[in-house]
């Protein structure tokens, strides 16, 4: 699986991390699986990190297809995305866009997200799907 959950329980910070090849369709499941993890832990913030990713084959339909669920009015948790290579940080930046939402950030490392939710030191621990 190229992706998994992690949870730091004090923050309450529910972390997805990415790995190895990513395409259209895992970028869909890791979504729908995304949204019952969030809901049962209670996640204040969720952290996408997409730091090892090697590659990303997902096209500029699927991005727009996941914004427009993120747009939802309701949806108020903060989300970042940590994207350090230049073709994530763009797509995580049109996905920010057509989301169309001040609570999603597209930063490069996942030291960057976690300064901007004010946390020093997360311990994050595996969660299983």
Known sequence: MPYHFEFDSEH???????????????MRR???DLQPHKSRLQASAVVTDASTVTTFDVSSQTVRDL???ASRPAEQTPGFLVA?????????R??????NREQVHVVRSRQEALAALGVQNAN???REA
């Open 94 to 99: 049109m996905f920010q866009i057509l989301a």
């Open 30 to 32: 890791a979504n729908g």
């Open 12 to 26: 309450r910070i529910l972390l997805v991390v990415l790995e190895g090849d990513v395409d259209g369709e895992q």
């Open 124 to 126: 994050f621990q595996r």
């Open 84 to 92: 350090p290579s230049d073709h994530l940080f763009g797509m995580g």
């Open 67 to 69: 914004a427009s669920r």
